[in-house]
Nanobody
């Protein structure tokens, strides 16, 4: 069974940085694309970033492009989200997600596995 465990969330001031990590287990990590999504109170879960199985292709939501970076270490079965220049509107629960294919996935509903989420709060 696939398990995803996020860590690294917390409280940060506007303009600051956080790095989220997601440790995966239960299948061959390097065969599948991964992603990060987020959900703010009262809003739908939205796509943030995705990375293909090899790590060579990434894609970002317009709202985070240029500020966030997704990466993966297939030797450590871990995917990361580096968040810089954070804004109060980045406040949300951030979820790690695993696809069932090797290419980037931009639709939250198409991910097969989810972590439990980690809270990120950006104060103004």
């Amino acid at each position: 069974q696939v398990q995803l465990v996020e860590s690294g969330g917390g409280l940060v001031q506007a303009g600051g940085s956080l790095r989220l990590s997601c440790a995966a287990s239960g299948r061959t990590f390097s065969n599948y694309a991964m992603g990060w999504c987020r959900q703010a109170p009262g809003k739908d879960r939205e796509f943030v970033a995705t990375i293909n199985s090899s790590g060579r292709t990434t894609y970002y939501a317009d709202s985070v492009k240029g500020r966030f970076t997704i990466s993966r270490d297939n030797a450590k079965n871990t995917v990361y989200l580096q968040m810089n220049s954070q804004k109060p509107e980045d406040t949300a629960v951030y979820y790690c997600a695993a696809s069932n294919r090797d290419y980037v996935e931009r639709t939250p509903g198409n991910y097969y596995y989810w972590g439990q989420g980690t809270q990120v709060t950006v104060s103004s």
